[in-house]
């Protein structure tokens, strides 16, 4: 049985005060609710992880996350953070590769092999997205574009490495558009990127990893993409921002 897991990326969004509250309230809920084995990821903006990291202390099977890291260890890069740096305020996962940001920080394989890289020295656990855009999926291009991004930037791991790495599908097409892949497109490209792990790694790394889909998950859909054999969860953006609506999805099957 393979770990499932429901991550929530806030994005650019949430003042400190706000951000407590909604936290406070996924605890709770999930606290009265949630029996089941969910591991739930809270990924707020940087500047709210410590004080974040304050309320989820005790709390059962949930864990924070940031947004980013640098892909240097150290030394003279103004603004950005290290993984070393997350880890000392108890961050657990970090998502590498956003659609976003490599959209709008030009990331590309090369730059997010070595953050996936330095997660790993620190035993932290990357969530390296992939996903095609409209254009990629309309021209029929889309399983080479996902095997391009998970090769470009996970060839260089070893086995054991990989065993650290999580997957999220996000087609580019669906983020915040609230139109979200069919679980059975979904499940295709989930089925398909479990392969080119297992060429990559074999069979016992591909089998274990999970992979999660993101792109306008929410409440009514959760439920019918979760239960296909490969998706093992979700990154969550909008909903995530919503303690009813991202406690529902964490509830889904
Ligand atoms: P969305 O975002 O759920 O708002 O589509 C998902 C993501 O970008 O991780």
């Known amino acids: 049985m393979r770990k499932k897991i429901v991550a929530g990326n806030w994005k650019m969004n949430q003042g400190l005060q706000q951000g407590l509250w909604l936290t406070s309230e996924i605890i709770n809920m999930i606290k009265d609710e949630v029996s089941t084995p969910v591991l739930t990821v809270i990924i707020p903006p940087f500047i709210h992880l410590n004080s974040i990291r304050q309320l989820l202390s005790g709390s059962k099977n949930i864990y924070l996350g940031a947004q980013n890291c640098s892909e240097h260890k150290s030394g003279a890069y103004t603004g950005e953070i290290s993984a070393n740096m997350l880890k000392t305020v108890g961050v657990q996962f970090i998502l590498v590769g956003h659609s976003e940001r490599r959209a709008y920080q030009k990331e590309t394989e090369e730059i997010l092999s070595e953050k996936i890289l330095r997660c790993i020295e620190e035993d932290l656990t990357p969530i390296y997205c992939v996903g095609e855009t409209l254009e990629q999926r309309e021209a029929g291009d889309y399983k080479s574009v996902i095997k391009q991004q998970l090769v470009g930037a996970l060839s260089g ?32 490209v989930h089925a398909f990127a479990r392969g080119v792990v297992n060429d990559l790694f074999g069979n016992e790394v591909a089998e274990f990893i999970p992979i999660l889909y993101g792109g306008s998950v929410n409440n009514a859909n959760a439920d019918k993409l979760f239960e296909q054999a490969d998706i093992d969860g979700g990154l969550v953006g909008g909903a995530s921002l919503k303690s009813r609506e991202f406690v529902n999805i964490i509830k889904a099957r």
């Open 157 to 188: 791991l070893n086995a054991d490495q990989m065993m650290q790495v999580v997957i999220a599908y996000e087609p580019v097409w669906a983020i915040g558009t609230g139109k979200t892949a069919s679980p059975e497109q979904a499940q295709e």
